[in-house]
Antibody, heavy 120, light 106 residues
Framework: EVELLESGGGLVQPGGSLRLSCAASGFTFSSYAMSWVRQAPGKGLQWVSIFTGSDDGAFYADSVKGRFTISRDNSQNTLYLQMNSLRAEDTALYYC?????????????WGQGTLVTVSS | EIVLTQSPATLSLSPGERATLSCRASQSVGSYLDWYQQKPGQAPRLLIYDASNRATGIPARFSGSGSGTDFTLTISSLEPEDFAVYYCQQHNNWPLTFGGGTKVEI
């Protein structure tokens, strides 16, 4: 059974940093692209970043480019999101999502999310 | 960036009725369009991928159609558990984008 467990969220001041983690199990982690998708309170879904499973490339939404860095440790089956220079508008529930294949860019499993609150 | 516009924003229906949800893209996405369902307090669930393919375990009452810029998600006969918010997502271009959602309510 596929399981994705996010952690690392919390309250941080504007300009601060956080590192999110997503522990994966139940599938061959290294074979699939993995993404972060966020949802601001009461709002819709916004894709944040992806680490592909084929060529180890990474892509970002324009709103986080240069501030967020996605990475993965295939030996630990863990996905990360390093978030720097955080802004109030980054406040959201951050989901880790598994790709349907190595580079389908479709999310077939999701974690339950970790909440990031950026406020002074 | 490809903008996905979902309509209507809210759909008020009764169990047993047919639901038709629309997703329109600002430029062609081919068939690279997915649909997700999200219930309150839960993570999204993949329903349809690549416009018309049901994901694993999704009931046959859910179907997707369309290509290019116009897509439709149809729920043939609403069950009580189908009342939720539905999102479309394109994966033809970077950045990946979602529509604003359609809430299906009783």
């Amino acid at each position: 059974e596929v399981e994705l467990l996010e952690s690392g969220g919390g309250l941080v001041q504007p300009g601060g940093s956080l590192r999110l983690s997503c522990a994966a199990s139940g599938f061959t982690f290294s074979s699939y692209a993995m993404s972060w998708v966020r949802q601001a309170p009461g709002k819709g879904l916004q894709w944040v970043s992806i680490f592909t499973g084929s060529d180890d490339g990474a892509f970002y939404a324009d709103s986080v480019k240069g501030r967020f860095t996605i990475s993965r440790d295939n030996s630990q089956n863990t996905l990360y999101l390093q978030m720097n220079s955080l802004r109030a508008e980054d406040t959201a529930l951050y989901y880790c999502a598994k790709d349907r294949c190595s580079n389908c860019n479709t999310f077939d499993y999701w974690g339950q999310g970790t909440l990031v609150t950026v406020s002074s | 960036e490809i903008v996905l516009t979902q309509s209507p924003a809210t759909l008020s229906l009764s169990p047993g009725e047919r639901a038709t949800l629309s997703c329109r893209a600002s430029q062609s996405v081919g068939s690279y369009l997915d649909w997700y369902q999200q219930k309150p307090g839960q993570a999204p669930r993949l329903l349809i991928y690549d416009a018309s393919n049901r994901a694993t375990g999704i009931p046959a009452r859910f179907s997707g159609s369309g290509s290019g810029t116009d897509f439709t998600l149809t729920i043939s006969s609403l069950e009580p558990e189908d009342f939720a918010v539905y999102y479309c997502q394109q994966h033809n271009n970077w950045p990946l984008t979602f529509g604003g959602g359609t809430k299906v309510e009783i």
